[in-house]
């Protein structure tokens, strides 16, 4: 098994949580100090940072949610001197103001050690050539991956997004053995190498792919289509970008890098903290972050955290794959309906992952509408063939998700593809209200 920092990776947890309580106790301190937001909201609730004394106190802080970080756009969250900044990532919200993160050259240090731990871990070095098709930018999925990938030796190309035709021949000129992007555009680059008759021509024998949901039945996609192993890697910009957890060669679960984050789990709900093994909202407190600290960050992330103990030896907590955002699951006429389920379906029955689901509102009733994408194969197909595949779909999709989607079986290539991160949902209930 190899470790990048074994002595942190596989602390004794007692000693771990030793480390976590005195880099709380300095955070929280800094944050009464420094962020105005942070201290009034401490005081109203009556804490302060001399009161935490255990880990066990964490649950007594506020929460931060994404609205705090719009109201104080651009850098009212900051808790050093912009002097100190050395670098801003930004995320784009769909309405609103982006968020905006800053990060010290410590901050920069800190993110690419807990990029190295997972490359390491899965076995990508010195020797390696890593294609980094994540973009950069404002986006943290680039150049989060990109210092991480250098201080580990690697041949790091930073391709970036878009271009799938120039991604192709760098692909195969330059030796790529290890593909970093979304997993929608490692299918997208699985398919294209296809269609190029590229399969079993490319060097690339492991691939770190994240920043959106996808499933085990994806991965597996995608392990056959480009011939390699897939490993997830999980991160929000609020909290760092790409590293907040990641997985090891066991792949049962992300471990979360615990020494540089405490996680809990909430009920959305009641908001209050859930044991490790339940179902809840995921929410991360930084401890070493010193341009952008986080206290009790909400991430509107479903998951599971897992403390029993890894085969691999890192004793970090491991959470599961996110389940899908609590504002991400649609409720389509009463009924909780995630993207996840609906690719789950589709794979199963033999279909890749590119669909799309339209919903709508007539007369006051929501509709609801799956496109699906048939194969080249089944182009010159009857219309019976077709009525049939389209009725085995919808009961598919009815007993799992307990409501009938419209199913339209739609042209192979006619769903845009994505070079980041996929757009599956297109509801467009809003515009009746
Ligand atoms: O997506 C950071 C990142 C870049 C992660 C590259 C991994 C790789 P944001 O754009 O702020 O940051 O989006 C964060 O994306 O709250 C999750 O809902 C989702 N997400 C990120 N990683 C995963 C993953 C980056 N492995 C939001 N599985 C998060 C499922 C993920 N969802």
Redesign the pocket.
Known sequence: MKFWNREKETMPREELEKLQLSRLRETVKRVYEKVPIYRERMDAAGIRPEDVRSLSDLSRLPFTVKKDLRDTYPYGMFAVPMTDVVRLHA?SGTTGKPIVVGYTQKDLDDWSEMIARQLTAVGIGKDDFIHVA?GYGL???GF?IHTGAEKVGATVIPVSTGNTARQLSILTDFGSTALCCTPSYAMYLAESAKNAGLTGKLSLRAGIF?????TEEMRREIEAGLGIKAY??????EVM??GVSYECPEQKGMHVNEDYFIVEVIDPETEQPLPYGEKGELVFTSLCKEAFPVVRYR?R?IGRVSCEKCACGRTFVRMS??MG?TDDMLIIRGVNVFPSQIETVLINLGYKPNYQIIVDRKNNLDTFEIKVEIGEENFDDTVTALVRKEKEITAAMQSILGIQPKITLVNPRSIERSEGKAKRVVDLRHLHD
């Not at 997830?232 to 910009?237: F, M, N």
């Open positions: 995320s994540f986006f943290t999925g989060g994240g920043a959106e949901p996808w997830d890697i999980y991160g929000l910009t970008g790409p991430t992330d794959k996110p955002r």
